[in-house]
């Protein structure tokens, strides 16, 4: 029990949750960005092509506990660490049901998407590092806070119908392919995939429910009934595979007739295409990875009295086979498979005017409340943003669990290739109460004009009578 509610603490007082990047994931310079959450918008994307170079990602978020008292930004309190004053402490932030953590940091490597005309290829390295928690009761996170001495719920019996703590780190290699599917009268129907191999190098998996306990006093534990499943990889390059998917639809409203247009070609007068307003669906995250070598098992219990939970030595397999020996059926296995955090996403981005664009989404995880997926977090965002071909500003609002009292606001900048952002940007400017934060970077090489457009046209120049310069066309798509 000591060792479960530990790696929970350590996962949740992490802070951390996967993020989308919303501040740059609707852009129409988005890149290889916006493939991550609808691999479909590679089709007819408006760069011909995009290189990025490298980026990188981090996010938190959690549920239970906040970094607080605070006197001055983030920036400031890193600055005081650093010289050796730190301020602030670890404070409960609210009550709920169902507390909730997770943890991703990615490190992008080389990749590139490149329209092909009606199809586009893409192609990209980036290492990613994952944690989810989930399924924390009120009454246990207050024991994961305080201490099994919080005697405020001694005495009491409670009830845990499913706990689950899951962590992964693995390289993902990626290719993809989008096309157009339809352009007619004024509509683009577009579907695109993108199918990844990943290298896996760590795994671990505690998962418990349902549980019932009683914290008798400040040393006396009774477990009532528990069945709980565990498992890890110990950290090395090939610990692993597996194999995953992305798949996605978008449907575009033109302001312009879509007959016969071809991106970036001549034919289509070599400009994007642009729209009133996008819709996309997507499943993102598909598949899992398996590890080779792993330790593994699982156990359902009935009554245990342990008569004094603060000292009870659990540091081994063999600690906990003697605690468990006389009320446990126990089982071991050698394999270990976690899924990866799959979730379903919608998208709408309306043009509002000009180069003004606000755009709506959300994600909703998919995974069961028990089982060895990692549990991505259910996000909604609302993002205005200001785009042009060398500069564009973004304004998302996020959130995080159907939270709709504590929204995150988060930035995004973008020069050309350069981009800086972040869907969680007050703990960095505020010394309020810090659950979260975020950040994200990318170095990215954009080619706006393809070779088939060089030197097609002189839009520009005036044709002169009986000589041979080449004349726009009246209907460019033709």
């Known amino acids: 029990m000591r060792t479960i509610l530990s790696i929970l603490l350590l996962f949740i007082v992490a802070r951390s949750t996967a ?26 994307q408006w760069p011909y092509a995009d290189i990025r ?14 970094w607080g008292q605070r006197v001055q930004p983030l920036v400031g309190e ?16 609210d009550a709920r049901q169902n507390h909730r953590a997770f943890v991703q940091a990615d490190a ?26 989930s399924g924390v009761s009120t009454e246990l996170g207050n024991f994961i806070f305080h201490g099994l001495g919080y005697q405020p719920q001694h005495g009491v019996r409670y009830e845990e119908p499913g706990i689950k703590a899951v962590a992964a780190a693995w390289s993902e290699l990626s290719l993809g392919y989008a096309h157009i599917l339809r352009a007619e009268g004024f509509s683009l129907i577009s579907a695109g995939a993108t199918l990844k191999y990943h290298l896996a190098h760590m795994g671990a998996v505690v998962q418990a429910g349902p549980l019932a306990y009683t914290v008798v006093d400040t040393a006396l534990l009774q477990v009532h009934s528990a069945d709980a499943t565990y498992g890890y990889a110990m950290p090395a390059m090939n610990a692993g595979g597996g ?38 669906a997507s499943l993102i995250d598909l598949g899992g990875m398996r590890f080779k070598q792993a330790t593994a098992g ?77 549990r991505r977090p259910n996000t909604i965002a609302i993002t205005p943003r200001y785009e042009s071909r060398y500069f564009e500003a973004a ?16 930035f995004m900048l973008r020069f050309d290739g350069i981009v800086l952002g972040s869907d969680h940007i007050m703990p960095f400017i505020s010394s309020r109460d810090a659950y979260g934060a975020d950040v994200y970077l990318r170095v990215r090489w954009m080619i706006s004009r393809s070779p088939f457009c060089k030197g097609k046209r002189k839009t520009a120049a005036s044709h002169r009578a009986g000589s041979k310069d080449m004349i726009p066309c009246a209907t460019p798509n033709d």
Do not use: K
């Open 108 to 133: 992008l490597g080389p990749a590139f998407s490149l329209s092909l005309g009606r199809g586009s290829l893409g192609a990209g390295l980036r290492a990613r590092a994952m944690v989810s928690a």
């Open 298 to 374: 699982g156990f359902s219990s009935g009554a245990i009295t342990i008569d004094d939970y603060a000292h009870v030595p659990v540091d081994s397999a063999d600690d906990i086979d003697s605690l468990l020996a006389t009320s446990t059926n126990w089982s071991r296995a050698s394999s270990l498979s976690i899924g990866l955090p799959t979730a379903a996403s919608v998208q709408f981005d309306l043009n509002l005017v000009g180069n003004a664009y606000v755009g709506f989404a959300a994600v909703q995880q998919i995974s069961a409340r028990h089982g060895e997926r990692l």
């Open 395 to 410: 304004l998302p609002v996020v959130v995080h669990e159907y939270d709709l009292l504590r929204p995150s606001i988060g």
């Open 53 to 66: 170079l490298l980026g990188l990602d981090v996010h938190a978020w959690n549920s239970l506990v906040a």
């Open 19 to 44: 993020q989308e990047r919303y501040g740059i994931a609707h852009s129409n310079f988005a890149g290889t960005d916006a493939l991550y959450l609808n691999p479909a918008r590679a089709a007819g």
């Open 78 to 93: 890193v600055n005081s660490g650093i010289a050796g004053q730190v301020e602030g402490a670890v404070v409960l932030r």
């Open 243 to 280: 194999l995953g998917a992305d798949i996605g639809f978008t449907y575009e409203r033109t302001r312009d007739e879509a007959d016969g247009y071809v991106p970036h070609r001549s034919s289509g007068s070599c400009a994007p295409l642009r729209y009133r307003y996008r819709l996309g």
